[in-house]
């Protein structure tokens, strides 16, 4: 399996947001689906490594994020819904670190940067729209060699071309053999995007349901 969770529990102070007892996926393209307020983006940050849990988190059936978390975050890429960034920070300096964090092959972040049309490089995020620091997120989440992709609805506040683009992105990184998690209020299967299957984040937990 590619991601496994058993007993995940998440919590804000009293209140209990994830209690998923079993779940996991193996190679495809998961649709997560979810009324506002569900815990998407909680459940995503936490596979993702920022926020505490109770449970188990396990990648490609070996990588523990509580026991091997160097393994497993070079393994799991995430790009966030609304993305935050230092305003005094530029593009060039968020993906030229996490490129080097992330091991990323050689010629990989210039091939990302002209398939999103990341050409304000040097633009602090504080000039950048929405929009703008939506790219740079999702450049991201594609770098390195990973094996699950998330993407927390990635469609928003991104100009047509970078949607093709970002497509485009999937569907080769997909053949190559990386798995993804996809949450958007907006459907896929009109860009030509088959999605392996679906699931609802519904009453804390996640439950298989009919592809749309």
């Not at 007993?7 to 947001?17: F, I, M, T, W």
């Not at 490609?60 to 005094?88: I, M, V, W």
């Not at 998330?150 to 190559?176: G, S, V």
Request: glycine share 8%.
């Amino acid at each position: 399996m590619v991601l496994t969770l058993s007993d995940l529990k998440q919590r804000y102070g009293h209140n209990e947001v994830l209690d998923i007892p079993s779940w996991s996926v193996d190679y495809g393209i998961f649709w997560v689906h979810g009324e506002n307020g569900a815990g998407k983006s909680t459940l995503f940050r936490t596979l993702a490594g920022m926020l505490p849990y109770a449970g188990s988190v396990v990648l490609n059936g070996k990588y523990d994020l509580k026991k091997q978390q160097t393994e497993y975050l070079l393994r799991l890429n995430l790009g966030e819904a609304e993305p935050l960034y230092p305003s005094f920070l530029t593009p060039k300096d968020i993906i030229s670190f996490v490129g080097e964090a992330k091991k990323s092959p050689a010629g990989q972040v210039g091939m990302l940067i002209e398939a999103l049309g990341i050409n304000y490089l040097t633009h602090p995020f504080g000039n950048c729209s929405s929009g703008m620091v939506k790219k740079v997120s999702l450049a991201l989440a594609f770098l390195g060699n990973p094996s699950l992709i998330i993407l927390d609805e990635p469609l928003i506040t991104i100009d047509k071309e970078a949607r093709t683009a970002l497509f485009e992105l999937i569907k080769t990184y997909h053949t190559n053999g990386v798995t993804f998690m996809l949450s958007s209020h907006q459907p896929f299967q009109q860009e030509g995007l088959l999605v392996t299957g679906s699931y609802a984040l519904k009453n804390k937990r996640l439950e298989a349901i009919s592809n749309l």
